[in-house]
């Protein structure tokens, strides 16, 4: 299949394809005025899903034992958050959580 767009790459991934880019495009998510919104949001976008801002930071970020300087962990849990966005629109199941840290 060629697909030429701006999402061509993911398109051809099993994980994505063409359906699946189709709902991450009709996808919509709401993240916090934060940093780590702001990776998220850009993660998102980048994926082709829609973003709003202004939602409160919910949750916590199971991963953050692993990153000493709060810079890293931001981006990390930006990334995290946009991931399980991804995955949640795509009915991909998450990874199994880390039981400790380094």
Do not use: N
């Not at 063409?18 to 998220?40: F, I, M, N, P």
């Not at 973003?51 to 199971?62: H, K, N, Q």
């Not at 930006?78 to 991804?86: K, M, S």
């Amino acid at each position: 299949m060629i697909f030429d767009g701006p999402y061509s790459r993911q398109v051809c991934l099993a994980e994505v394809g063409l359906e699946g880019q189709t709902r991450l495009e009709a996808s919509q998510a709401s993240v916090a005025d934060t940093k780590v919104g702001s990776v998220e949001a850009d993660y998102l976008r980048r994926a082709g899903a829609r973003v709003t801002s202004g939602a409160p930071l919910l949750g916590g970020f199971e991963h953050a034992a692993f990153f000493e300087h709060g810079p890293s962990r931001e981006v990390a849990e930006g990334a995290w958050r946009a991931l399980c966005h991804i995955h949640r629109v795509l009915g991909i199941a998450p990874a199994e959580p880390s039981k400790e840290a380094p």
